[in-house]
């Protein structure tokens, strides 16, 4: 993360890797306000967390910290597909973008979207795209992007 990412953002707030810390900062609380979670435990969460380690460029989990309060108050996913297509390129796909109900309406949305969308760039990506409710369409238009074709989906 360059330095210039992180002078964007105003104190209190960090934006880093997600680290296994943040279990106990509120990380798997963030994520109930977007979807379920369910129960897991600390060893859980710390083997997942290294897990996605291992997995070097094609995986990362930004989380922005409240450090004078020590809680996780907004995060995003990068993850990688490397493709035949385009020369064997490769897609950024970011998902599950949440930022704090008490903290919304300060912009560290845009920030993270910005981080992982350049990230992408960094990383050789041709494109970064997600998928989004229609509700929050525009709040990624003004973050560059567009709409594009449908998502459909398949739940088991």
Known sequence: MSSAELSELQHPFVLRSL?????RKGYLNLLEQLTVVGDTSEEEFTTRVEDLGRLGDLHHVVVIED???????????????????RKCGKVGHIEDVVVDQTVRGQHLGQRIISHLT??????????????????????????GFERKERQMGRYF
């Open 19 to 23: 680290e296994p810390s943040d279990y």
């Open 67 to 85: 450090i004078e309060r020590h809680v996780i108050v907004a995060s995003a996913t990068l993850f990688v597909e490397p493709k035949f297509i």
């Open 118 to 143: 350049n990230l992408s760039k960094e990383l050789g990506c041709y494109k970064v795209i997600l998928d989004c409710s229609e509700a929050n369409a525009p709040f990624y238009e003004k973050c």
